[in-house]
């Protein structure tokens, strides 16, 4: 079985520009989640889908992330303008759904590391 | 404020001993929990859950512990490898959203 598929995985960007990274879960997954991961901490949730609707986007810095998952497979996460502080990698997970807010394990791609210099 | 917090930033172990990962949560409503690892240049990989109806789950070499009263959960390895060698992370589940700690990277020396 084929896992997460993100690119690219590694992107040095000037602070100000734009940047998108993609990500393709597991077929049949319909959760998809984004997370970015500080150095020295653990991974924080920016957004999840279910299927192609958001379900949470509360951590989402909304003025420069943004994130869109068209026809419920793919998806893609955007930041513009980039800040320094958007240094991080950006890790993509999808997992199964059951009905009542029970989800089964979530499956982590290999992540993008962005660098914002 | 952290919801999941993990102490110990690295822990090292010799080949074959005992390793101790240790997790503490602030929220009792907290009810199902999870210990990940990562290996550089990956994405964390699930390891072992627990139920907040139950107080161990084993698996293999790998045991969870949850002291509910306390709000604390440990992950037990035994005996500890040098392929163990990794970050550990344990995190909640709420409402299908994983919360996570900030990770303890563990050494296991031959």
């Known amino acids: 079985e084929a896992g997460v598929a993100q690119s690219p995985r590694y992107k040095i960007i000037e602070k100000r520009q734009s940047v998108a990274f993609w990500c393709n879960p597991i077929s049949g997954h319909a959760t998809l989640y984004w997370y970015q991961q500080i150095l020295g901490q653990g991974p924080k949730l920016l957004i999840q889908?279910?299927?192609?609707?958001?379900?949470?986007d509360s951590q989402l810095p909304k003025d420069r992330f943004s994130a869109e998952r068209l026809k419920g497979v793919d998806s893609t996460l955007k930041i513009q303008p980039a800040k320094l502080e958007d240094s991080a990698v950006y890790l993509c997970?999808?997992?199964?759904?059951?009905?009542?807010?029970?989800?089964?394990?979530?499956?982590f791609g290999p992540g993008t590391r962005l660098t914002v210099t | 404020d952290q919801q999941v917090k993990q102490n110990s930033p690295s822990l090292s172990v010799q080949e074959g001993r005992i390793s101790i990962l240790n997790c503490d949560y602030t929220n009792s409503m907290f009810d199902y929990f999870l210990w990940y690892k990562k290996y550089p240049a990956e994405g964390p990989t699930f390891l072992i859950s627990i139920s907040s109806i139950k107080d161990k789950n084993e698996d293999g070499r790998f045991t969870v512990f949850l002291n509910k009263s306390a709000k604390h959960l440990s992950l037990h390895i035994v005996p500890s490898q040098p392929g163990d060698s990794a970050v550990y992370f344990c995190?909640?589940?709420?409402?299908?959203?994983?919360?996570f700690g900030q990770g303890t990277e563990l050494s296991v020396k031959p």
């Open positions: 997970a999808s997992s199964l759904w059951l009905a009542g807010g029970t989800s089964y394990e979530q499956y």
């Open positions: 995190a909640v589940n709420k409402g299908g959203k994983l919360i």
């Open positions: 889908f279910q299927n192609n609707g958001v379900v949470d």
